[in-house]
């Protein structure tokens, strides 16, 4: 974690952005945000992660549409309620709550949500883990969740983060600079279903086609399939049936010197692969933020065109790639 003072509602506003454009057809969004809401003391990155997360899983639950609702509040907790519900501490809290009329959760469901590992989605269809890894960024920042929901009525998330004391810090060096859209062919091999949404929902909202692969051996035909077209491959180092670097090698055996962002969550991984960096792939931390992961993608593919344009190799440079954090 990298915690800081940050504003909840300026984080929100960011991914709203994102999902007006790739939340699907027929589904509604809504924000009702509160313009005196308490900072509170977070990583800016797990928290981007849990807000795609809940607004994904209430996007899935909506499949003929509806109307998502995001919303925060101050509130109060006093002693009472927190014995009552066995939940946080008594004070100020920051309230994210996120809304969906579909099709809701019976108590047998409700009971285990938050459980890795389990899913209500058919196989190959849910990893399990989207909810999971909300409960534990929430938990890690001494924050609980609230859950009300009925069958046929819709869902209800309410996240309470503690309040921080003074002002969140001014973000506006982060934005950036240069324009991170554009129009390229996308190849992104992600095994987690719900990251793997959440990339390609942030890529589409930027203007960038995706071809989309839930393993390495997919991704590979998915590769040979599009071999021409395909500019860039985002590829996760550990996925079942072919890893990130090994599916990478058979690409490049087919098409070399096709420009590549590897992701991991593992900092040994990084480690282990060195030479890889060294011979020009880029590697992504996890989790990072949506705008992390615009920006990586923007100066890659910059790099390979300034690249082309010279006539250097897309190999021949090394020291213009080095590993990038998630935040």
Do not use: W
């Amino acid at each position: 974690m990298q915690p800081e003072k940050i504003d909840l509602n300026s984080s929100i506003t960011e991914i709203l952005a994102l999902l007006r454009s790739g939340v699907g057809a027929g589904i509604e969004l809504e924000s009702a945000l509160d313009p005196q809401l308490h900072a509170i003391e977070a990583d800016l990155t797990q928290i981007g992660q849990v807000i795609m997360n809940l607004s994904i899983n209430a996007r899935d639950a909506m499949p003929r549409g509806g109307r998502l609702t995001i919303r925060t509040r101050n509130v109060v907790l006093n002693e009472e309620f927190c014995r009552r519900h066995s939940r946080g501490r008594p004070g100020e809290y920051a309230v994210l709550e996120i809304c969906d009329n579909g099709i809701g959760m019976d108590a047998a469901t409700l009971e285990h949500i938050f459980e890795p590992l389990f899913t209500t989605k058919g196989p190959g269809e849910g990893t399990g883990l989207g909810l999971a890894i909300v409960y534990g960024v929430v938990r890690q920042h001494n924050g609980f969740i609230e859950v009300r929901s009925e069958p046929g009525e819709g869902s209800t998330f309410q996240v309470y983060f503690p309040a921080a004391t003074g002002v969140p810090a001014e973000r506006s060096a982060l934005k950036p600079q240069i324009s991170v859209a554009g129009r390229e062919i996308i190849l992104v091999a992600e095994d987690h279903e719900d990251l793997r949404e959440i990339i390609d929902t942030v890529l589409n909202a930027h203007g960038y086609k995706t071809i989309v692969a839930d393993n390495g051996e997919h991704a590979l035909r998915l590769f040979r399939e599009n071999v021409e077209q395909i500019d860039l491959v985002i590829l996760d180092v550990t996925m079942p049936l072919l890893t990130g670097p090994d599916a990478y090698d058979k690409m490049s055996a087919i098409r070399s010197g096709v420009p590549v962002i590897f992701t991991t969550g593992h900092t040994q991984e990084m480690a282990d692969l060195n030479s890889r960096v060294e011979a020009g792939a880029v590697f992504l931390s996890k989790p990072f933020a949506p705008q992390t992961l615009t920006q990586v993608v923007r100066s890659t593919l910059d790099r390979e065109r300034q690249r082309n344009s010279s006539g250097d190799s897309p190999r021949s440079r090394p020291g213009d790639y080095r590993f990038l954090t998630g935040t």
